[in-house]
């Protein structure tokens, strides 16, 4: 059951939320979600936005809309500073902090933009097109068939990618990146002890930056693909589907050359402590990895 | 998917869609389609026999704009649809609960990919190694600082670390079962890991003593956490997460601003071998503070784009133990 809005001028409306629920609502501009346990599942519609929130335990949430923004939070989390105001020393204000969870199901507008923050909480978004900005400690996150900016950074949560299109930044402790199929004008992704995988094709000019320390990186890119590469590992074997030179030092392992001849080519560089990096290429007449299970449902 | 339509509910959700806006009946069934992400996507055949029925009712009106009909909702239509709000709710939650179905289902679908993905990379760059390896090989003096047979060899040694076997698919089998489950990392690896990555950046001697210093001491209480983290990760009690939380915020900034500088020295910068002696990787007892002060004393400027001369991690010649030994 939530509780009635209570309107504070024109466009503001809050909802205090401990039973499931669902809302519909018009002129939602953006989105941010800070939960967390438990799910955020986030959808594409052309008609007014619908969210949900059920499995509640512990806290109810808190859903506001203010100016167009659709903020799905905790009463005592609603302020800025989500992280920074859960440090020990501040913590006791908060207590069960963590044993809170709650499924939130929502259907925006392609090209919202979203922020969204969990503990522990899995994200699945699909079919967005804006901004996405995913932050998550230990929570999985999947994205298909999004494009736009893609920020996720988490602490030990994975993230698996499906379908990107536009620039993907990934930063993590200790998760892993999969990227499969897609083009993508910038991927830059920084991990210690995740692996990072990408099959994708590399846009001219494009970037691409991936950097671990015990984690491998395998790249695979099209045949055709015409790029600089620079591929450097401490302690890590380093080899490539195409003609790179190579130098070996004592403590440092090089890839470099040219890929192709095209006038705009990319820039690729990888670099690992420890891990295993692969080049890797996608011959003309072979698929991209998309699956089998494409709907299957 | 299509029993959420049951019971007169397709023609409530059509009422609904009309009060949001007047729509003419094409927008209405692209507007279902996109809904249900094309799982339900009714015909025309199904949906302007309806409009008609709703309009004999007169629940809603027509007009003609540009030779089509946009049907809005009539004041009848408007009660109607307040009397059944109740319904019209039940309604909303069904079609929610499906917004979580098929969040399920893509989950599901990208993992799938992901891991088939998964295999074909870690069969390919298997492949990829061995072809590297026999062009190394047939390139003969390519590579003068390192002999064939100990060049391949090396190659493997180094990746997979001294307790590891040299079979380069060991590094693949090895790092998708820790990378797979997440969180069960291994204590001692982890640990080892760690301990790697500082002697690495260590040895390179490449960036002021403060930033060598904050990376040490990051990365020190970092492999504790984590070291916790792992602990506790089987039964995420209240202070695990607390923790998970916190030492996210804290590893992306300290991540965001250290791997930008990740990386070997410029060429002709000096680098010392006293960093290098003291990189001994080992895990149980490596003293952190002796090497970074080591390094900081004779740090040089850094320059994260360019590679070390030559960079002395070792204590030893090119040989299979590139990393010495545990």
Redesign the interface.
């Known amino acids: 059951m939530s509780q009635e809005p209570e309107t504070e001028g024109i466009v503001m409306a809050r909802w205090t939320i401990d039973q ?1 629920t ?1 809302r ?1 609502l ?1 002129g939602i501009v953006a989105l941010r979600v800070r939960i ?2 438990g ?1 955020v ?8 936005v ?3 929130v059920s499995d509640i335990v512990g806290e109810p949430i808190l859903a506001t809309q203010e100016a167009g923004i659709l903020t799905i939070t905790y009463e005592d989390l609603t302020r800025d500073g989500f ?2 105001r ?3 020393s501040r ?1 006791s204000g908060y207590r ?4 809170r969870r709650a ?1 939130v ?3 925006i507008p392609k090209d919202c933009p979203v922020e969204v923050t969990t ?2 909480a ?1 994200v ?1 978004a ?2 967005l097109s804006g901004k996405t900005t995913l ?4 929570g ?1 996150l ?3 068939d999004v494009g736009g900016e893609i920020e996720v ?6 993230l ?3 379908d990107v299109t536009g620039s993907l930044h990934f ?6 990146l ?1 990227v ?2 897609g083009q993508l004008s910038d991927l830059s992704a ?1 991990t ?4 990072l ?1 990408a ?1 994708v094709d590399v846009s001219g000019a494009g970037r691409v930056r991936l ?1 671990t ?4 990186v ?1 790249l ?1 890119i099209p045949a055709e693909t015409s790029a600089s590469v620079e591929l ?1 590992s ?4 380093l ?3 195409f003609g790179l030179d ?9 890839l470099r050359g040219k890929v192709g001849n095209g006038i705009d080519p990319a820039h690729i560089t990888g ?1 690992t ?4 990096l ?3 290429r996608r011959d003309p007449e072979a698929p991209a ?9 | 998917m299509s029993t959420i339509f049951g019971h007169g509910r397709l023609r409530l959700y059509l009422l609904k ?1 009309l009060e ?1 806006n007047p729509r003419h009946g094409y927008e209405i069934i ?2 279902l389609r ?2 249900f ?3 339900y996507s009714p015909s025309p055949g199904t949906i302007y026999p309806r409009l008609a029925r709703l309009e004999e009712e007169g629940l809603v009106t027509h007009e003609e704009v540009d030779g089509r009909k946009v049907y809005r909702l009539t004041e009848a239509g408007r009660a109607e649809l307040n009397r059944r709000s109740a319904d019209l ?1 039940d309604l ?2 069904d ?3 499906s ?9 599901r ?6 891991g ?3 295999e ?3 069969s ?2 298997g492949d ?2 061995r ?2 390896r026999d062009r ?1 090989r047939d390139a003969g003096t ?2 003068p ?2 002999p064939q047979e100990a ?1 391949a060899g090396a ?2 040694g ?2 997979t ?1 001294p307790d590891s076997g040299d079979d ?1 698919e060991d ?2 089998s090895r ?2 079962r ?2 797979n489950d ?2 069960a ?1 291994d204590d001692t690896w ?1 640990h080892r ?2 301990e ?2 500082r002697h ?2 260590v ?2 001697g490449n960036t002021d003593s403060q930033q060598v210093r904050d990376l040490e001491r990051t990365l020190r209480e ?1 492999t504790n956490q ?1 070291r916790e ?1 792992v602990r506790d ?1 089987g039964q ?7 923790n ?6 804290e ?2 900034a300290v ?2 601003r250290d ?1 930008a500088h ?3 020295t410029s060429p002709g910068t000096s680098t010392d071998a006293r960093a ?1 002696t003291d990189s001994e990787p080992d895990p149980g007892s490596a003293d952190a503070g002796d090497a970074t002060s080591t390094a900081a004393d004779t740090a040089a400027t850094p320059d994260p784009q360019d ?2 001369a ?5 204590g030893h010649g ?1 040989s299979d133990s ?2 010495p030994g545990t």
């Open positions: 499931p669902v519909t018009d967390v346990g799910h599942n986030i959808l594409p519609t052309d008609d007014p619908t969210f949900e992280m920074e859960l440090r020990p913590l069960h902090v963590s044993q499924t199901n929502l259907r503990a522990s899995s699945v699909a079919g932050r998550s400690a230990s999985d999947t994205l298909d950074s988490t602490f030990s949560g994975a698996d990618v499906r930063t993590s402790a200790n998760g892993g999969a499969a199929g920084k210690g002890a995740g692996q995988l099959d950097a320390v015990s984690g491998d395998a695979r450097r401490a302690t890590g074997t080899d490539s589907a190579r130098q070996d030092q004592r403590g440092l392992s090089k670099t402590v420890s891990g295993a692969s080049l890797l990895a998309i699956p089998e299970g494409r709907n299957g449902q | 869609l949001e692209s507007l996109d809904r992400l094309g799982v709710d909303e939650r079609l929610t609960d917004v979580r179905d098929i969040a399920r289902a893509v989950q679908d990208v993992r799938d990919t992901i088939t993905l998964r074909e990379l870690k390919v760059a990829a190694r072809q590297e190394t390519h590579d600082h390192r060049g190659d493997r180094a990746a670390g380069a590094v693949w790092a998708s820790e990378g997440g969180s990392h982890w890991e760690w790697r990555l690495s950046f040895s390179w970092f984590i983290a990760a995420l009690s209240g202070t695990a997460t607390t998970l939380r916190q030492m996210l915020d590893t992306i991540l965001r791997l990740w990386g070997p290098g590679p070390p030559e960079a002395k991690e070792d090119r590139a990393q």
